[in-house]
C-alpha cells in the first residue's frame, strides 16, 4: 500500500458498514483497524457472556470487512504481541502503519475516547470524530434540548422525538389521541402464566463463535457467567433476523405484559434486540420503521407499538444524550451518599430470596435480563441496600451483554439507584415486596412475606423500604411525589422504627438473604 492516509478506527460496538467514519473511504489509500483486548474485560469483571459477543461480533463484522474490499488492521486477543489496552496497541499500530490522520465515529465511552485523544495527541496526528448516525438525536440537538432545565424529563424529549421525526403522528398530533398508553401495559400474567411465549431468536455457533466461546473459557475462566447457552445474533444477517422474529411473533403482545415477570422464562414477550442495537449490528430506525409498520398494518396493538418504539426513540436517545452532556462527573454522582458494598452473592446467584434468585441466575446464565428485573429486582434491592452506585454501575456493565457505559450508565446510577439527586427520575424508585407480589409469582415459593417489615419472615425488601424511608426521610419530605410515602413513615411507633432498623443491619450485614458458604468469584 502507498501511504497511508487515514487509519479508521472501529471499536467493538461500532460494527456497521455504512459508519459515518467509513464516509470518504478509499482503498488505496485507508485502511480499518479493530483491536481486541483484555483491558474491555478486566477495567470491570466482565461476564463471559458480554465479553463472548463483543469477540464474536467483532470478528464476524472482520469477515465483513475484508469482503467489501476494505483493508483491515485487526489484532487478535491472543496475538503474542497484544500489550492488552485499547490505547497501548493503538499506539503501536500507529508508530508502524503511521498514518496522516485517525477517524473514528463517536465512541460510547468516555474513557475510551480520551484513551484515543491521547494516543492522537501524544502522536500530532489529526483525530476526526464523527456523529454517529445510529441515533435519531445528536449529542449537540440534546445539549439544546436540556440546556436551562435543572431536571431532565425523558417525557418531554420523547414528545419532541416524535414531533421532529414523524413517528406515530398524524396531522401534528399523537396517533390514537395520546401520548403514552402505559395504563395498558402494566398487566401481569396471572395465576395461568404466560403460556405458550413464542421461542426466542436463537442462533447456533459457527465456526468463528465457537472459536470465540473457547478462547473466553480459557482467557477468562475465573469471569462470572456461562457460555454453553450462548445463541446471541452477531452478525448483520442474523441481527434482522431476530428483528422479524420479534416483530412478527412478539411485538402484539409486548406492550401488555412489557413488566410482567415469570419464575424460569426470562425471555418471555421481549425483544431481546439491545445487544444488536447497541452493538450497531441494527439501525433504531429501521427497529422503529418496523414496529410502526405492524400498527399501520393491524398486525399489533397501538399500545404495545407505542410502548416499545417509547424504548428506541424516546429512552434509549435520551440515556445517551444524559450521558454525554454530563460525563465525566456524572460518574461519581453520590446524591444518597449509599456507602455500602455490594453482596458477593450478585456474582453468584446465592441467595434465598426467590425473585432475585431467579434474575441473578439468568442474567449469570444468559447475560441478560428484562428491563423490569433489572429496575425493580436488582436494582430496587441495591438502592434501598444502600450500595454505593459506582459499584452498582460496574455490576451493570460486566454482566449484561448490551451493556455499553453510554446506555449503562444513567440507566444504573440515575435511574435505577437516583445517585443523580433528581436528574432524570422525578423520585427513587422504591417499593415493597408487595410490587413484586403483584408482577410475578416469585412470593409464593420464598420463605420471605411481602406483607411483613420486621421479623424474622419479613420480605428484606420490605424492610429495606421502611428503612430506606427512614433513613431519608427528610429529603424525601421535599419530594410532592414522595409525601403520601413519608406520611405513612411518620405513623411509625417508635418501638416499629426500632424493629425495621435491627432487621435492616442484619440484612445488611448478611445474616438475612444471602446463601451461606457461596463465595465470590
Not at 139 to 148: E, L, S, Y
Not at 200 to 210: D, H, K, L
Not at 501 to 512: D, F, K
Amino acid at each position: 500500500m502507498a501511504e497511508l492516509r487515514t487509519l479508521v478506527l472501529v471499536l467493538g460496538d461500532q460494527l456497521d458498514l455504512e459508519a459515518s467514519a467509513f464516509d470518504g473511504f478509499d482503498p488505496a489509500c485507508d485502511a480499518v483497524w479493530m483491536a481486541e483486548v483484555a483491558e474491555e474485560s478486566t477495567h470491570v469483571w466482565s461476564s463471559k457472556a458480554r465479553t463472548a459477543m463483543f469477540l464474536a461480533a467483532m470478528r464476524h463484522f472482520a469477515i465483513a470487512l475484508r469482503a467489501a474490499g476494505r483493508p483491515l488492521h485487526y489484532t487478535r486477543l491472543e496475538s503474542a504481541d497484544n500489550p492488552g489496552a485499547l490505547g497501548a496497541q493503538l499506539r503501536a499500530d500507529v508508530q508502524r502503519l503511521k498514518p496522516a490522520r485517525l477517524v473514528m465515529t463517536a465512541p460510547g465511552d468516555w474513557r475510551v475516547l480520551q484513551a484515543i485523544q491521547g494516543v492522537a495527541k501524544d502522536h500530532a496526528l489529526p483525530l476526526e470524530v464523527r456523529d454517529d448516525r445510529h441515533f435519531f438525536c445528536t449529542v449537540r440537538d440534546f445539549a439544546a434540548h436540556a440546556k436551562g432545565r435543572k431536571s431532565l424529563r425523558m417525557e418531554y424529549f420523547y414528545r419532541e422525538q416524535r414531533q421532529r421525526h414523524g413517528i406515530l403522528m398524524h396531522d401534528g398530533a399523537p396517533v390514537g389521541g395520546q401520548w403514552n398508553f402505559d395504563a395498558e401495559n402494566r398487566d401481569s400474567f396471572g395465576a395461568d402464566g404466560p403460556g405458550a411465549v413464542p421461542p426466542r431468536a436463537a442462533f447456533e455457533p459457527c465456526a468463528v463463535t465457537r472459536e470465540v466461546l473457547a478462547l473466553v473459557e480459557q482467557r477468562f475462566a475465573g469471569h462470572p457467567g456461562r457460555l454453553e447457552r450462548f445463541v446471541w445474533p452477531v452478525t448483520r444477517a442474523q441481527a434482522l433476523q431476530a428483528l422479524q422474529a420479534f416483530i412478527d411473533d412478539r411485538l402484539p403482545l409486548f406492550g401488555r405484559y412489557q413488566d410482567a415477570m415469570w419464575p424460569g422464562d426470562p425471555w418471555l414477550y421481549h425483544a431481546h434486540l439491545s445487544a444488536a442495537l447497541n452493538l450497531k449490528l441494527l439501525n433504531p430506525r429501521e427497529v422503529v420503521g418496523a414496529a410502526e409498520a405492524a400498527w399501520r398494518d393491524g398486525h399489533a396493538p397501538l399500545a404495545s407499538v407505542e410502548g416499545f418504539i417509547r424504548q428506541i426513540l424516546g429512552w434509549r436517545e435520551y440515556v445517551r444524550g444524559v450521558y454525554w452532556t454530563q460525563m465525566p462527573g456524572y460518574l461519581e454522582r453520590n446524591a444518597l451518599d449509599a456507602q455500602q458494598d455490594l453482596p458477593a452473592w450478585f456474582w453468584t446467584g446465592g441467595t434465598d430470596m426467590a425473585c432475585l434468585r431467579d434474575a441473578l441466575t439468568q442474567t449469570l446464565a444468559h447475560g441478560y435480563a428484562n428491563h423490569i428485573q433489572r429496575l425493580m429486582v436488582t436494582g430496587l434491592y441495591l438502592l434501598m441496600l444502600g450500595v454505593r452506585p459506582q459499584q452498582v454501575h460496574a455490576w451493570y456493565l460486566a454482566v449484561y451483554v448490551d451493556a455499553v457505559e453510554w446506555v449503562e450508565l444513567p440507566n444504573s446510577l440515575g435511574m435505577s439507584q437516583y445517585a443523580d439527586g433528581g436528574l432524570m427520575a422525578s423520585k427513587p424508585y422504591v417499593a415493597t415486596g408487595k410490587y413484586i407480589q403483584r408482577m410475578s409469582p416469585h412470593c409464593k415459593g420464598c420463605r420471605y412475606d411481602p406483607g411483613q417489615r420486621s421479623g424474622d419472615t419479613a420480605c428484606p425488601y420490605t424492610t429495606l423500604y421502611w428503612d430506606f424511608l427512614m433513613r431519608h426521610e427528610t429529603r424525601l419530605a421535599r419530594n410532592p411525589r414522595m409525601a403520601l410515602q413519608v406520611k405513612n413513615v411518620a405513623r411509625l411507633t417508635g418501638a416499629q422504627r426500632q424493629a425495621v432498623v435491627e432487621r435492616a443491619e442484619s440484612i445488611r450485614r448478611g445474616e438475612v438473604g444471602a446463601v451461606l458458604g457461596v463465595a465470590h468469584g
